[in-house]
């Protein structure tokens, strides 16, 4: 079986409740995306969450996250919209998260292909409000000599 990995925690808590885990790697079904995650993002509700100040993904063991880029590995039956090794971007839906070397998630919920500037740009400069990372709102805006934080 081909297992993937995720960053889980098994209890309410501090960051040293996070940990490595391996989990089986899903194919994805009809409507679904298998997504190699390249970047993924940490908002508030993330560390909210892992305290129990918020509860969307009920009790632990769980994987914290909600957007993602990345490269499209596998396409389930009917899909239409994304192709093998195609670079997209999104957000999961509890319970699951993108901390992870892979996500599974359907083909109608707000998934994109990544614009040109997303592909080239460090991770850790592109911003969310929200969930969506779109060009200009919260991500970054192409201006003359370079980009400008959204």
Not at 35 to 62: C, E, H, L, Q, Y
Not at 72 to 90: K, N, P, Q
Request: aromatic fraction near 6%; charged fraction near 25%.
């Amino acid at each position: 079986m081909t297992m993937t990995r995720v960053i889980t925690q098994r209890a309410i808590g501090g960051s040293d409740v996070l940990e490595l885990a391996e989990i089986p790697l899903l194919a994805p079904g009809p409507g679904e995306v298998l997504v190699r995650v390249r970047a993924t993002g940490m908002n508030p509700a993330d560390w909210k969450v892992r305290i129990g100040k918020v509860d969307f993904f009920g009790p632990p063991p769980f994987v914290l996250g909600h957007e993602f880029s990345g490269t499209v590995e596998g396409i389930g039956e009917g899909v239409t919209r994304f192709a093998v090794g195609e670079e997209v971007y999104g957000w999961t839906v509890p319970p699951q998260g993108s901390h992870a070397d892979h996500v599974v998630v359907t083909e109608d919920r707000g998934r994109a292909r990544a614009p040109a500037l997303l592909r080239r740009t460090p991770a850790r400069r592109c911003g969310a409000r929200g969930h969506q990372l779109r060009p200009g709102h919260g991500g970054h805006r192409r201006r003359a000599g370079g980009t400008t934080p959204g």
